[in-house]
């Protein structure tokens, strides 16, 4: 628990593992005259929660103090504990509509997975493999397999609205990418960005090609980034990480990142067709640490590269580089 800037403390708390995102989460409490605003509210878990109630405790805050809930989006890691919160704060809760519209989705955990394995096996994967990435997240992360179905927001956000708490308005920016209704809290005033999964200071965010994500969430995520771009900020809240001062250079490394990766994807279809699949096979993972072997990813990652490279490939369409066509069940992609 740390005070980033006088009236804002940030609070980690621990995620279900520690292979992910560090193993941590960052949440925000703003002060306010009347009750305190709380940016996203961590993992559903005991151990988040039992963390949360230590670090509030710490500055003299109770549940019964915090009278706002925003959520920057709604993955786990951001959002699953807000149902739990909302029995012990009079708070509302906001939301980005989009974010809102996958509550029911995010609900049936069961249909979700169904819907991401016949997107893979339509994009190369093979059944067996895929069976074997569930069956060994089952063993390896059980925790993390144990779903809380999300809640209802009480309150739908588009973009554009001002949340004031004390000292504080905060410009409510839509940042879709990440996730489709993804949302950075701007304060100009302050020179602070509240940015969620938008921008972290070293990892590079997920960008997932995913059942409920936009026909081209890479090409949604680099708008959102050229948007949050000519900001005047000083100091980034990441939600994951530590904050960090820099927003211009660190956008800047992401869009590099992610054209250097569409180029590398390109090249290995420039001599023939390849699935998503395939292609993610020939790739090195992680390059900003050196690059890992698609055989050293853990299973989890396997999914997870898959659907980047799609994201990738779907950009590529998007903007004319690539096309797609299908033989058979399975989908192909060649350079054009
Ligand atoms: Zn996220
Ligand atoms: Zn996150």
Redesign the pocket.
């Known amino acids: 628990m740390t005070e980033v800037i006088p009236g804002i403390n940030l609070l980690q708390l621990p995620l279900p593992s520690r292979d992910i995102?560090m193993g941590y989460?960052n949440v925000y409490l703003i002060h306010g005259d009347n009750g305190c605003l709380l940016v996203d509210t961590g993992w559903e878990s005991e151990p988040a929660f039992d963390s949360l109630k230590r670090q509030l405790a710490e500055i003299g805050t109770h549940f019964e103090d915090i009278s706002q809930i925003v959520a920057t989006h709604i993955?786990p890691?951001?959002y699953s504990l807000a149902g739990r919160l909302k029995q012990l704060c009079p708070a509302k809760i906001a939301l980005h509509y989009l974010e809102r519209d996958l509550v029911e989705s995010y609900s049936d955990i069961g249909k979700l997975m169904q819907q991401g394995i016949e997107r893979m096996q339509i994009n190369g994967v093979p059944v067996d493999e895929l069976s074997q990435v569930l069956t060994r997240m089952r063993a390896t992360h059980p925790e993390m397999m144990k779903f809380t179905p999300p809640v209802l927001p009480d309150t739908t956000l588009y973009g554009g609205e001002v949340i004031s708490v004390g000292a504080f308005s905060f410009k409510v920016l839509w940042t879709p990418g990440h996730s489709p209704g993804h949302i950075c809290l701007y304060e100009p005033t302050k020179k602070i960005i509240i940015s969620?999964?938008h921008i972290l200071p070293t990892i590079t965010p997920i960008i997932e090609l995913r059942p409920h994500s936009s026909d081209n969430p890479l090409g949604d995520y680099i708008n959102s980034l050229n948007a949050v771009k000519p900001l005047d900020v000083n100091l980034v809240l990441s939600?994951?990480e530590n904050p960090f001062n820099g927003l211009q250079p660190r956008v800047e490394g992401i869009i590099q990142h992610h054209k250097q990766r569409n180029s590398v994807i390109l090249e290995t279809i420039k001599a023939k067709p390849k699935t998503a699949y395939q292609i993610a096979n020939e790739i090195l993972w992680i390059p900003d640490q050196g690059g890992v072997n698609w055989r050293d990813l853990a299973p989890g990652d396997k999914i997870m590269a898959v659907s980047e490279t799609l994201a990738h490939l779907e950009s590529m369409r998007f903007s004319g580089e690539v096309d797609k066509f299908s033989k058979g069940s399975i989908i192909y992609y060649q350079a054009t």
């Open positions: 995102l989460v993955h890691d951001h969620g999964d939600g994951h």
